[in-house]
């Protein structure tokens, strides 16, 4: 009768309080250096060593500069917390890629890539987009300082159990039709809100037919419905994506592992706390028109009016329309566009990379078009150049630029300015999420790539 989630959970439940939380044993504690100071602090005040340092790896990628890393960072406030991870990191003696270092970059692209992140594994990180690794069938979720402090010290977390969901989503994906479109389409359904207290296993023909990167960019936006955590059962892709990888078991040890592996599926008659179905006939390529996540719609659809929103949301609703300088039932095929950003733990991988431009190729990049094209790692970086795709990229106009969450967040030098369009492949939408005043417009891959070549928002399946 167990889900997935119940048969990962629950076995690593450590102790229960009775009508209260359980301690969980966490397996794998990441460390960016946005969240980790104060933890590391408390540890410090309390005389206390990380109980597992061989479990925890840090690396910095909120504040990294996405240019020059090899000289001091300029920002004081940026530098201030790079410096501190990597202090905190020889301090307690825990692992740590640093800036410029080959296993460097957004630690959520990170994580799997180099096989740290494994199915059945309980993953945190003070970080909400840490749902993202359980795309590989682990349980994944985000925490906050105060919880980052009680893993380092006791490699356990105080939590109360989610509910379950299972969203299936089912048929064979059209034309144009991406990873982010699937999640951005759910999203649009579920609202910001419409899975709240829920831990999310995403099935379906759709999801099975995903590739491994496809699945992490999905269970990454898991967060923006409100939801604790998505994941995806682990099957034969995932151990293909996972054999070999630096941190994969090998030998005998492989073979036992992915023994174990094989049983990480929900039971035929698992019981769900809730079931929500989708079709893959009424997802296109998708854009967001809003200033949530959860405000999006079909690249060739029309902004929805106002008094299609539940009546206590109108209000916001029309301030967000008035924020981004759109109107109720327009079109923003067309609309031009000032920057474009291809990267983020949503869309920094090789696989993002290779859409892109396998839609440039030939083509060459708007003139007015500003666009940042940021590898989620240096091993991303790496396979971009053995690939021959920065190539493409430079003959269409385009330049890399050096690995971290750049223009995802205004954390760092990449910020749009104010009042400017951009199409991003990042996660958020929010005002201000890319720099003060800007206007952010969610998209894939492939819809960034055709803003890039054509100036404004296009369709893609028409180039």
Not at 104 to 128: A, F, K, Q, W, Y
Not at 149 to 175: D, N
Not at 373 to 394: F, N, T, Y
């Amino acid at each position: 009768m167990n889900t997935l989630f119940d048969k990962i959970w629950d076995s690593h439940v450590v102790t229960a309080v009775e009508d209260g939380p359980v301690q969980l044993y966490i397996d794998r504690l990441y460390c960016h250096e946005v969240t980790s100071p104060q933890a590391f602090a408390g540890l410090r005040e309390r005389g206390l060593k990380p109980l597992r340092p061989e479990r925890i790896f840090c690396m910095p990628d909120h504040n990294t500069p996405t240019h020059d890393q090899d000289r001091p960072i300029e920002d004081p406030v940026s530098k201030a917390q790079v410096d501190a991870l990597e202090r905190n990191a020889g301090d307690f003696g825990l692992a740590y890629f640093g800036m410029m270092h080959p296993k460097n970059g957004i630690i959520h692209v990170v994580g799997p890539e180099r096989g740290l992140t494994l199915p059945g594994m309980t993953i945190v990180c003070g970080d909400s987009h840490t749902s993202t690794h359980g795309a590989m069938g682990a349980v994944a979720f985000g925490i906050g300082t105060s919880e980052v402090e009680m893993v380092l010290a006791s490699q356990c977390i105080l939590q109360q159990k989610p509910k379950t969901m299972r969203i299936r989503i089912e048929g064979i994906s059209g034309k144009g039709v991406t990873a982010k479109d699937v999640a951005l389409y759910v999203a649009s359904k579920m609202t910001t809100s419409g899975a709240t207290g829920y831990f999310i296993e995403y099935a379906g023909s759709v999801v099975r037919d995903l590739t491994m990167e496809g699945r992490l960019t999905l269970c990454n936006l898991s967060i923006e419905m409100g939801a604790r955590g998505g994941m995806i059962a682990p099957d034969e892709a995932t151990f293909a994506y996972i054999k070999g990888r630096e941190y994969a078991p090998k030998g005998e040890a492989w073979d036992k592992a992915t023994a174990y592996w094989r049983t990480l599926q929900s039971e035929e008659d698992a019981v769900f706390d809730k079931e929500v179905y989708f079709c893959a006939d009424d997802i296109e390529p998708m854009i967001t028109y809003g200033t949530n996540p959860g405000m999006g719609m079909g690249i060739t659809e029309t902004v929805p009016p106002a008094d299609a929103m539940p009546e206590a949301g109108r209000v916001s609703y029309k301030k967000s329309l008035e924020y981004m300088g759109f109107s109720e039932g327009e079109t923003l095929i067309g609309k031009p566009v000032d920057y474009v950003f291809l990267g983020s733990c949503t869309n920094g991988r090789i696989e993002d990379f290779r859409m892109f431009a396998s839609l440039v190729k030939g083509r060459r990049k708007a003139p007015h078009i500003t666009a940042w094209l940021v590898p989620g790692s240096w091993m991303v970086d790496a396979q971009i150049r053995e690939e021959g795709l920065d190539k493409i990229l430079e003959e269409a106009g385009f330049t890399l630029r050096q690995p971290g969450c750049s223009a995802c967040l205004a954390m760092n030098d990449d910020k749009i300015p104010a009042g400017k369009y951009s199409v991003s492949t990042s996660n958020r939408n929010f005002e201000g999420r890319q720099g003060p005043g800007a206007r952010t417009l969610l998209a894939s891959p492939l819809v960034a790539a055709a803003a890039a070549v054509t100036g404004k928002i296009t369709d893609p399946r028409i180039l």
